[in-house]
């Protein structure tokens, strides 16, 4: 069983920052990397940020603003946020992507979210 846990969300004004943080904890056979994707009121999930076997990537809408980090020896995973614009207004889900240690396969485990509210 492994599960994930997000913490840091809240409210901040337009240009503010705000750090997010995803905890894993659990067994598995090898930790890949940590992403994150968000959901805002009305819209689809999308994918904002991750960063997997030494590789980042942002979605475009974020890059430059966002900061997407990986503690291995702590199993948590740091988004930092800066230049908060009102469309960044979401629920953020963090995930693990993984191998699991009771088959050896590929999955991703999500935490529950966390909102972010950003006003203008």
């Known amino acids: 069983q492994v599960q994930v846990v997000e913490s840091g969300g809240g409210s901040v004004q337009s240009g503010g920052s705000l750090r997010l943080s995803c905890a894993v904890s659990?067994?598995?056979?090898?930790?890949?990397?940590v992403g994150w994707y968000r959901q805002a009121p009305g819209k689809s999930r999308e994918f904002v940020a991750q960063t997997l076997s030494g590789i980042t990537t942002y979605a475009g809408a974020v890059e430059g603003r966002f900061a997407v980090s990986l503690d291995s020896a702590r199993n948590t995973g740091d988004l930092q946020m800066s230049s908060l614009k009102p469309e960044d207004t979401a629920t953020y889900f963090c995930?693990?992507?993984?191998?699991?240690?009771?088959?050896?396969?590929?999955?991703?485990?999500w935490g529950k979210g966390t909102l972010v509210t950003v006003s203008s």
């Open positions: 659990g067994s598995w056979f090898r930790l890949n990397g």
């Open positions: 995930y693990w992507d993984l191998i699991t240690k009771e088959t050896a396969t590929l999955a991703k485990a």
